[in-house]
């Protein structure tokens, strides 16, 4: 009889405990997510306040090459296409992790339910 | 980063606007660069006896504390706060992107605790958002 109910105690325990990993993975996954967003952003006003300093160094410089201009322009635009492309996969990235806990969801409440009972 | 983020010594007594408390120092890096050149004072940290400590001489307009840390969760480290201090004019949120269960909910609301997502804090604009209705509706 003990022995059954230690089992029972254990196996409610295994559930408990497995549920916390589950929500702590999905916060930490969360949280990176988030910090990835706030960087990008943070990137995005870096490259403002870039563009802003070398327009200005370049409109206080004469005779500047065009073949430079070009280039400098050239490579802003590059910088903001990438950025471009992170913003759109974190953005997916995050569609992804929401379809998965709503799978998740649907899947292991029953589990646990059975599982403690 | 601002020196806010270097586990500040708060030896003054002091109301400051916020305080934040996560072991994940990418997150304060983030949030230490949004409020960069901002009026919002701040003491960030990543240890939560030094939140503790900083606690005791600041009484800050708004708390925020990650749910998970090691050694103590944010649930365990705001009723000790809570405890300890006058923290009735602070709005406590607990920073979590999963919603805590049994008792750390049941805890949560006796302490008039919000939950807020991660994201909310590492965005610039929902930052703002949020210090800004918090410290207008202190004013007011």
Not at chain 1, 27 to 45: M, P
Not at chain 1, 56 to 76: G, R, T
Not at chain 2, 78 to 97: G, I, M, W, Y
Request: glycine share 4%; hydrophobic share 35%.
């Amino acid at each position: 009889m003990n022995a059954g109910s230690e089992d029972a105690g254990t196996q409610v325990h295994d559930v408990a405990s497995k549920a916390n990993d589950r929500m702590r993975s999905s916060h930490d996954i969360k949280a990176s997510l988030a910090i990835a967003n706030g960087f990008s952003q943070a990137l995005e006003l870096a490259l403002d306040d870039l563009q802003d300093s070398y327009l200005s160094i370049v409109n206080s410089v004469d005779n500047v090459p065009a073949s430079k201009l070009q280039l400098l322009k050239q490579h802003d635009n590059d910088c903001r296409f990438c950025l471009g492309r992170l913003s759109s996969s974190l953005q997916q990235l995050k569609t992804r992790i929401d379809q998965c806990d709503a799978l998740k969801d649907s899947s292991h409440a029953p589990d646990e339910q059975d599982d403690a009972a | 980063m601002t020196n806010h983020t270097c586990e500040a010594v708060c030896s003054d007594f002091h109301s400051i606007d916020l305080i934040l408390l996560d072991d994940d120092k990418l997150t304060l890096e983030i949030v230490s660069w949004i409020l960069k050149g901002s009026a919002i004072s701040n003491h960030l940290f990543t240890d939560p006896g030094l939140a503790m400590d900083c606690l005791k001489n600041n009484t800050p307009r708004i708390l925020v504390v990650d749910y998970y840390m090691p050694g103590i969760n944010g649930v365990e480290f705001l009723e000790k706060c809570v405890a300890d201090q006058n923290l009735t004019n602070t709005d406590k949120f607990l920073c979590t992107s999963t919603v805590p269960r049994g008792d750390s909910l049941s805890v949560m609301q006796q302490l008039g605790v919000q939950l807020i997502e991660k994201q909310v804090i590492c965005d610039r604009s929902t930052l703002f958002k949020l210090v800004d209705q918090k410290l207008v509706s202190k004013q007011t």
